[in-house]
Every structure is written in structure tokens, then in C-alpha cells.
């Protein structure tokens, strides 16, 4: 069966520092892979998808880049953490293009 | 399209009652539907799914329904639980194009259930 691993739970970074969170996905191939970011109490924003390696579609300027090294391995990440950067990041993958996707549980990042 | 920045809408309904959730999509091209129930500091979990060819799809408990003249979608809950209780939101997934693959949510519901 497929599982995705997203990690850290929690992080708490101060203002300036860099940002690495890692997503990995098991038992599948190629997969869709998605990075949301949600703010308390407020909708998921889709910060990035990507449909294969080295592919990367950015929804939204912002400070955060993404990577996708290998085929099942989703990396977001900062040079300089903003205030802003404060929130519930999700990481997702699909299977195929134009299916549903299945989220990881989170990593609450409080940038202080 | 995403309505993010927006405070959540609420549902409050009494247990055993039947929920109704809705859902506007602006993108036409989108031919594909996914409900999700988000339980407080989790990820989101598929509920049921609906392909623009159908107007209703039935689940446990569930049913999707799909207006593509409007570009609206609603979640019925029946005899709604207190284990219900979530934030539900609606996604489009859109077919071809430059925007192929790309999952994109709705503002999402807030479902509040009263024993």
C-alpha cells in the first residue's frame, strides 16, 4: 500500500533561518506531488505541484522554493524564513493526473 | 478558484441530522470533484470524488452532487455524528491544459455537531 511521510511535525525556526521539509512517498511511482500551506482557521493555497522529477510548478510568489530531487521525494525550502512563513504546510501526492491526492499529516511551522 | 485568505464559513447541526455542505468552482475546465474532511491539526482525507460526466454520487452516508451548469458542488451528510465534526472542503482537479494535475481547493466549511 502507498504511505506518504512528512517531517517534522512541529518547527519552530527563528526569523532569518534557512527551511528544509521534507515529503516522501512509499509503494507507488511517478507520482503527482503537491505542497499546500495553511494558515489557522483559513483554506489550503497551494504553494507547488510537481508531475515528475525536476519539474516544478509555482502557484504563488513567494519566499519558499521546491525540489524534487527523486521521483518520490518532495522538498520545500527557504533561504530566509519571513514572519509570514508561519503555518500548517501539507504535502500531498496523486497518482495519476486528474485523481484525488493524498495528504501527509502536517508540519506546523511557527517562524518566531 | 481558491478563496484562500478568507475566514471559514460554519454549519452547526444537531446529531442525526442531515448536512448539507456547498461548494462554488469558477474553473469550467474542471472535470473532476473531491470532498475532503479535515480534522483539527491533521491532514485532509478523501471523502468521495465526482468526474464532471455525472451529476450524483452516492458513498456511505455521503452523496456528491454536481451542478456543472452553475458551477456548484454540495456534500450530504446524512444523520450527521458527532464524529463529523471537521472542516470539510471541496477540490477541482482540471483536465488538460497548462493547469493539468493541478489540484486546487475551495474556501472550506467548518461542521459543527451538536449531540
Known amino acids: 500500500s502507498q504511505t506518504i511521510h512528512q517531517w517534522p511535525a512541529t518547527l519552530v525556526q527563528p526569523v532569518g533561518s534557512p527551511l528544509s521539509l521534507e515529503c516522501t512517498v512509499e509503494g507507488t511511482s511517478n507520482p503527482n506531488l503537491y505542497w499546500y500551506r495553511q494558515a489557522a482557521g483559513r483554506g489550503l493555497q497551494l504553494l507547488f505541484y510537481?508531475?515528475?522529477?525536476?519539474?516544478i510548478s509555482s502557484e504563488v510568489p513567494q519566499n519558499l522554493s521546491a525540489s524534487r530531487p527523486q521521483d518520490r521525494q518532495f522538498i520545500l525550502s527557504s533561504k530566509k524564513l519571513l514572519l509570514s512563513d508561519s503555518g500548517f504546510y501539507l504535502c500531498?501526492?496523486?497518482?495519476?493526473?486528474?485523481?484525488?491526492?493524498?495528504f501527509g499529516q502536517g508540519t506546523r511551522l511557527t517562524v518566531v | 478558484g481558491e478563496s484562500v485568505g478568507l475566514h471559514l464559513p460554519t454549519l452547526s447541526v444537531q446529531e442525526g441530522d442531515n448536512s448539507i455542505i456547498n461548494c462554488a468552482y469558477s474553473?469550467?475546465?474542471?472535470?473532476?470533484f473531491i470532498w475532503y474532511k479535515q480534522e483539527s491539526g491533521k491532514g485532509p482525507q478523501f471523502i468521495i470524488d465526482i468526474r464532471s460526466n455525472m451529476d450524483k454520487r452516492q458513498g456511505q452516508r455521503v452523496t456528491v452532487l454536481l451542478n456543472k451548469t452553475v458551477k456548484h458542488l454540495s456534500l450530504q451528510i446524512a444523520a450527521t455524528q458527532p464524529g463529523d465534526s471537521a472542516v470539510y472542503f471541496c477540490a477541482e482537479n482540471r483536465a488538460g491544459g497548462t493547469s493539468y494535475g493541478k489540484l486546487t481547493f475551495g474556501q472550506g466549511t467548518i461542521l459543527t455537531v451538536h449531540p
Open positions: 510537481s508531475v515528475g522529477i525536476g519539474q
Open positions: 500531498a501526492w496523486g497518482p495519476n493526473l486528474n485523481t484525488e491526492a493524498f
Open positions: 474553473n469550467s475546465a474542471s472535470d473532476y
